[in-house]
């Protein structure tokens, strides 16, 4: 009787069931993740979609020029730190019920200008603030 000597076989890897597995997994990776773009900013301000409102005799209009100079009631003020303007509300509020503080700042202003006005009417105790801002379709594409 002739026994014959077993052949060694070489071991196979399956790659089949690996590769459905890393499949999957990046077919769930593409569907969770975010596609956003964080590259730039783009900001367009001021800008709202708004019917105008009657004019209203308890308003302050405070405009803030792109160079950020103030002027309160069409009236340039000298100086722009917020006690100076502070003072030049408060004196504008006197004999008005609860003032509306308006405040006109051109797109281009510095946000520092517009934080001082802010900052003025709070140490001239006005709480009641509002930005006037242009239509949409006002305002220049780029």
Do not use: C, K, W
Not at 58 to 71: L, S
């Amino acid at each position: 009787m002739r026994f014959r000597r077993p052949q060694d076989e070489e071991p196979e890897l399956n790659l089949v069931p690996l590769i459905d597995v890393m499949l999957i997994v990046l077919i769930f990776l593409a569907v969770t993740t975010t596609y956003t773009r964080f590259g730039e900013l783009q900001l367009r301000l001021p800008g709202a979609e708004a019917v105008a409102a009657d004019a209203r005799r308890n308003e302050i209009v405070v405009g803030v020029t792109a160079d950020g100079r103030f002027a309160l009631d069409r009236q340039v003020l000298p100086n722009t730190d917020p006690v100076a303007v502070a003072q030049a509300l408060a004196q504008a509020a006197q004999g008005l019920n609860e003032p509306l503080v308006v405040i006109r700042a051109d797109a281009q202003a510095p946000h520092q200008a517009v934080v001082n006005v802010m900052e003025g009417a709070r140490q001239a105790g006005l709480s009641r603030l509002s930005f006037l801002t242009e239509r949409s379709g006002a305002v220049g594409r780029r």
